[in-house]
């Protein structure tokens, strides 16, 4: 029991230093000089409450999003012309815990833990999408087309395109997403937060020198306004 008890204290001093840490890191922005442009391209920083991604437009700065990750592959047929959606949302998360967790009410707390010790299997989550609205969970930012030129190519880099073939497609949650293998090492350091924050703040955004919590990302991209927010989406 002592040792049980000494554990549990370790345990929950260290759960608090990085929750202080996460809290530090959140807080003190970097870029700070940051403006959106007048003129650039319009993306969404995008929340569940738990998880944070990207909504960029399928064609963009001469980038076509559909290219890249077909309709086709989409378990809904009405997805599968290349037109039908104006808009992808990307995010990046730790394998078992995406394809094992379609619910927060399936939660698995192993599963979790496994994730947050380190894990190399890891995934690109993509939703194909219209007409995103901004609101609670989709937060509009305009940034230069340099500047989403040069996250499109770091979030292409994320993706494990194989030597040879087509990308091999994983079934998603429901007909309008999908699921790619990754690049990348998922931890409690780099969480899918913290992927979000670090590819914004590589493209010279505002943003806090350390993400791992959805709240350190969502902090720097104000609601404008409550109305007309799209519905959370499951976990990512």
Known sequence: MKRARALFAWLALIAGLAFAAGEIGGLCGTNTQWRAPEDGV???????????????????EGIDWHRI???TD??????????????????????DFYLNT?????????????AAIGSDATL???????????????????ISHAAYRQLAAR????????ERGPLQPIPGYGGDDVFYPAHGRYSAVRSCNAWTGDHLRAIGVRIGAWTPAEHHVMRWFPEASSRGTAAPRVPD
């Open 74 to 95: 989409l378990g809904d047929i009405r997805y599968h012309a290349t037109g039908a959606t104006d808009h992808v949302a990307i995010s990046w998360g730790e394998r």
């Open 102 to 114: 379609p619910d927060w009410r399936e939660l698995d707390p192993a599963t979790m833990a496994r």
């Open 155 to 162: 979030l292409m880099a994320d993706v494990a395109i194989p």
């Open 124 to 142: 690109i989550h993509i939703y194909h999408m219209n007409r995103p609205q901004e609101g609670r969970y989709a937060r509009k930012l305009v």
């Open 69 to 71: 990750f077909p309709p």
């Open 42 to 60: 319009t993306i969404y920083v995008e929340t569940n409450g738990f998880h944070t991604g990207f909504i960029l437009p399928a064609r963009a």
